[in-house]
C-alpha cells in the first residue's frame, strides 16, 4: 500500500484522528471541542484547517483506507507512548510527527482536546503498534503532599501520633475469643491515656489541649489500629469523660474529668434502652429526688428498660446514665446522672445488674453489656446540672425554662461523637479503599491474547469506576467533616441546633458510604479481600455498626429534613407577602431552566466540570424536594390530618430531603475549602476529584433529574461518560491518592497491600 504524505502541520493531529475514529469518540460535544482547537491552533494554515474540518463530518467519516494510511504512518514512525507523561498522547503524537519533520513542537491545542475529551492512555494503547512505557503510577503528585493538605492544621500532631503508634503495642492481629481482644484493648486504652491522648479535647485545667479537632483526628487513626481501640477510646474519652465536660458544673468537672482523661476512672455512657432505642425522649429509666434526703434513686421500672448495649459496661465504674427526672411528683424530663457501678474489688455494688452483650458482627474488643438499676440511690450532687438542676430548696430550676429546648441544648453538646462517628467510618472506608486499590495496581489477570503479559486490575475500566469515585468521596467527606468539627469547636452558646441537623445528615449519607465502599473494596480484591489478614472483613464488620451508633442513620436524616424544614418556614413566613413571591420566582426560575433544552442538554466539559453546575443540580433537588414536602405536609393538615400523622406519611419524602440537604452540605464545604487553595497543580487536582464526586453523586440520582427535566438524555448520558472518563483520568495517580490519605505504613499489614 502507497504511503499517504500528509502536510506538516496535520501530521500531529493523526494520532488523535485515529484514536477517536477508531473508537468512535466522537459526539456532537466532543466535535465542538476538536473543532475549537483547529480553529484556534496558529501553527495550521487554511487548507490543513479544511483537511482537518473534513474528517469531522460524522455523516461522511474518513474510509477505512485513509485510517489504515494514518494507522501505517503511526507505526512507521516508530514513536514511543509513555503513559506517564503529563499529556501522553499530545507527547506521542509530537514524536511522530518529529519522525517525518524534525521538529515538534508542544502543541497547547492538542493538550485541550486530550484534556477536555479525557483520553487516556488505557483507551487507545491497543490500538498502536507501537513501543508503549507502562507505568503503574504517575509521579506527578506527591501522597505527602496530599496528606500534608488533608491534615494541615493539625499537622505537627497527626506526625507526633503516627510516630506514637509505631509502639509494638498497636500492632495488629487477629483475636478469637472476645476476652483476648478486649484484654489488649483496655491496655491499649491505659497506655493512650497516660500519655494524655484520651485528654487531648478537654480543657487544660483537667490535663487536656482544648483541641477537639485534633482529638477527632486522633480517634480516626485509631481505626486504623483496631476499630474497637477507636470505639473504646470514643467511650471513655468522649462519650463518658465528655458528658462530665459539657453536662456537668466545675466541681464535677475538678472531681472527675482528670480521672476520666487518664484512665483512672473507667466509665461508660448508658443512655440507649432495649425498649426505645433511638427514642430518648421516651426512655424510661427513672431518676427520683428525694428532698430530705438529697438524694436520687435510679431505677429500671421493666426487663425491658434496661440500659443496653453499653460500651465500657464490664470495665466501668461509673456510668453516666440518661433517665427521666422526677422531682416533686413532675418530670422534668431527660437528665443525666453518674452513678457508680463497682466498688474498689470490681464487684457491681447493691442494686446494679451488669450482662455481657456477648459475641457481635465486629468490635468484638469492647466489651458492650446491658445494665439495670434497682432503686439505685446516689446523692443529688451526681445530677449533671449544667442545664437543670435542683435547688436547696428541693425545687428545680434551669436557665432553659423551654422543655423541649433544654432536652435539644443537652443532646446537641453530644454532637461531637457523631462527627466522630462519621470520621471512623471515613477512616474505615479509606484503609478499605487503599487496600483494594494498592492490591489492583499489582494484581494482574487476563489480556487479548497476544500480549505476554496480563492486565492490571486497574487499567480496566470497570475497575476504575467501581473504586475511584469512592477514593474522590473520600476526599470531599474528609473536608466536610473537618469542616464540622471545626464549626462544632468553635460554636460556644447554648444553641447548637444548627450544627446538630448539619451533622446529623452527614453522619448519616458518610456512614452509609463507608459500608458501601468496603463492600465494593472486599469484592474488588475477589478472596483475597476475604481473607482476614487483608483487614478488609475486621474493617467491614467494624464500621458496620456506625450506621446506627450515636443514632440510626433513618432517623437521623429525619432529623435533618426537620431541620430544613424548619429553615424553610421561617424564611418563607418571615418576610410575609414578599417573601412569598420571591420564593415562588426562584421556584419559575429553576422550572424555566429545567425546560429550556440549552440546559437540560448542555454536555461540555466546561459546564460538566465546574463546580457551580454541581452546587446547582444538588441544590435544585433540595429546594425542589423541600418544597414539595412542606406542600404535601401542609395539604395533609389543612384537611384535618394531625401534623404527626401528616409527617408520617411524607417520611420517605423527608429521608430524600434530609439525604440531598446533606449532599449539598458536603460538596460546598468541600468546594469552600478548595475555593481557598493556593493556586497550581494540587488546587486543579482537587477540583477535579470534586467534579468525579459530584457527576456520580449526580448519576445515581439521574432518574430522578430525568422526571424533573433537569437532565435530557443527551446529558444523563454524557454524566455517565464523563464519570468513567474522570476515572480513567485520575487512574494515574490513584495510587499517590490512596497513600495521600496518610495511613502509616506500619499499619497498613494487608499483605496485598504491600
Known sequence: MTNTVYPKGILPYIPFFYVIWSDDLLSASEIQVVQKAITSDPSLNEKEKAQLWSWLDRSNPPNNSEIKSWQTLITSSKATLVESEIYPLETFSRKVAQHFTHKGDPNEYLQYIER????????????????????????????????????????????????????????????????????????????????????????????????????????????????????????????????????????????????????????????????????????????????????????????????????NALHSKMATVFAQLLVNGKNEGVHAILVPLRDDKHEELQGIRIADNGYKLGLNGVDNGKIWFHQVKVPVENLLDNYG???????????????????????????????????????????????????????????????????????YPTHQLRLIPRVASCYVYHFALQRAMAEYASNTSDDKRKIETQVAGLKAIITWFSSAAIQESREACGGKGYLLENRIGDLKNDSDIFTTFEGDNTVLLQLAAKGVLSDFNAEFNSGGFTSVLKFLRSQLSDKLTTINPMYSNKVDSEHLYNPKFHLHALDFRLRRLTYTAAMRIRNYIKKGIPSYQAFLKTQTHLLEVGKAYSAVLALTWYYDKIDGMEEGEYKNLFYQIGALHSLYTLRKDADWYLEQGYFGSTKSKAIRQRVERLSSELRPYVKALVEGFGIPEHLMTAPIAS
Open 116 to 311: 477536555t475529551l479525557g483520553i487516556q492512555p488505557n483507551h487507545y494503547n491497543h490500538l498502536f503498534n507501537v513501543t508503549v512505557v507502562h507505568q503503574i503510577n504517575s509521579d506527578r503528585y506527591n501522597p505527602g503532599d496530599l496528606d500534608q493538605i488533608l491534615n494541615q492544621k493539625g499537622w505537627e500532631v497527626v506526625q507526633d501520633f503516627r510516630n506514637y503508634l509505631k509502639n509494638d503495642l498497636y500492632s495488629w492481629a487477629v483475636h478469637r475469643s472476645k476476652e483476648d481482644a478486649r484484654a489488649i484493648v483496655l491496655k491499649q486504652l491505659n497506655h493512650l491515656a497516660k500519655d494524655g491522648w484520651g485528654a487531648y479535647g478537654y480543657p487544660e485545667a483537667y490535663g487536656g489541649r482544648n483541641d477537639m479537632e485534633n482529638y477527632a483526628t486522633i480517634f480516626e487513626h485509631l481505626m486504623f489500629v483496631d476499630g474497637s481501640l477507636g470505639v473504646k477510646f470514643g467511650v471513655q474519652f468522649g462519650l463518658f469523660g465528655g458528658s462530665i465536660q459539657s453536662l456537668g458544673n466545675d466541681e464535677q468537672r475538678r472531681r472527675y474529668l482528670t480521672k476520666a482523661g487518664s484512665a483512672n476512672l473507667l466509665g461508660c455512657f448508658a443512655m440507649t434502652e432495649t425498649g426505645h432505642g433511638s427514642n430518648v425522649r421516651g426512655i424510661n429509666t427513672t431518676a427520683t429526688y428525694i428532698h430530705k434526703e438529697r438524694a436520687i434513686v435510679i431505677h429500671t421500672p421493666g426487663e425491658n428498660d434496661n440500659k443496653e448495649y453499653i460500651g
Open 389 to 459: 438542676g435542683i435547688a436547696s430548696d428541693g425545687n428545680y430550676q434551669s436557665r432553659i425554662k423551654n422543655p423541649n429546648k433544654r432536652f435539644f441544648t443537652m443532646l446537641g453538646t453530644l454532637v461531637g461523637g457523631r462527627i466522630c462517628v462519621a470520621k471512623g467510618a471515613l477512616a474505615a472506608a479509606k484503609m478499605a479503599l487503599a487496600i483494594a486499590v494498592k492490591h489492583s495496581l499489582k494484581r494482574r489477570q487476563f489480556n487479548d491474547s497476544i500480549k505476554i503479559q496480563e492486565d492490571l486490575l486497574m487499567d
